[in-house]
T-cell receptor
Framework: ELKVEQNPLFLSMQEGKNYTIYCNYSTTSDRLYWYRQDPGKSLESLFVLLSNGAVKQEGRLMASLDTKARLSTLHITAAVHDLSATYFCAFHLGGATNKLIFGTGTLLAVQP | DAGVIQSPRHEVTEMGQEVTLRCKPISGHNSLFWYRQTMMRGLELLIYFNNNVPIDDSGMPEDRFSAKMPNASFSTLKIQPSEPRDSAVYFC???????????FGPGTRLTVL
């Protein structure tokens, strides 16, 4: 079964704290994506990870990929309220398809 | 670039009516995707096209749903007849065949009464 499990599904954290969101996917993939969705808005691409050991950082967010463990993480450093959103990971099904399999999302609420 | 364009942004209709959602992908993108998002089921891929050809429609819930892509710059998703359980946000996304990222449109919020 093709699936993506994100953990946790809901995360409430205080400003200034660090935390990690985990994304496990069920089959070999050559690409892993992270998206952000603000309430009532569309999905915005954050990161694309293309190889084992890939790490990308943008501001307070850092994403990494371990293809052998089929695991990606999104680490939040010194959270601020503006990071409150739902974060989705998705993996590329591979081959000739452009199909992505999305996780259920992690709702992040950063409290002042 | 204007990004992926969807219309209408909001649609309220009554059960049994026909609904047509429209999407204009990013110019130069060869793949187009229709997704549906609900609280209960999350984000679901309904159908996707490569070079205007439907490749995978396994996510289309039933025969009431149909999608077309008559040319590279336009796609429609039609629901006929609509039912209250079709209420959701419908997103269109596009990517180039060689690209790494799907770019999402703003979505259409559909409410079927």
């Amino acid at each position: 079964e093709l699936k993506v499990e994100q953990n946790p599904l809901f995360l409430s954290m205080q400003e200034g704290k660090n935390y990690t969101i985990y994304c496990n996917y069920s089959t070999t993939s050559d690409r892993l994506y992270w998206y952000r969705q603000d309430p009532g808005k569309s999905l915005e691409s954050l990161f694309v990870l293309l190889s084992n050991g890939a790490v990308k950082q943008e501001g307070r967010l850092m994403a990494s990929l371990d293809t052998k463990a089929r695991l990606s993480t999104l680490h939040i450093t010194a959270a601020v309220h503006d990071l409150s959103a739902t974060y989705f990971c998705a993996f590329h099904l591979g081959g000739a398809t452009n199909k992505l399999i999305f996780g259920t999302g992690t709702l992040l609420a950063v409290q002042p | 670039d204007a990004g992926v364009i969807q219309s209408p942004r909001h649609e309220v209709t009554e059960m049994g009516q026909e609904v047509t959602l429209r999407c204009k992908p990013i110019s130069g993108h060869n793949s187009l995707f229709w997704y549906r998002q609900t609280m209960m089921r999350g984000l679901e891929l309904l159908i996707y096209f490569n070079n205007n050809v439907p490749i995978d429609d396994s996510g289309m819930p039933e025969d009431r749903f149909s999608a077309k892509m008559p040319n590279a710059s336009f796609s429609t998703l039609k629901i006929q007849p609509s039912e209250p359980r079709d209420s959701a946000v419908y997103f269109c996304a596009s990517t180039s065949l060689a690209g790494n990222t799907q770019y999402f449109g703003p979505g259409t919020r559909l409410t079927v009464l």
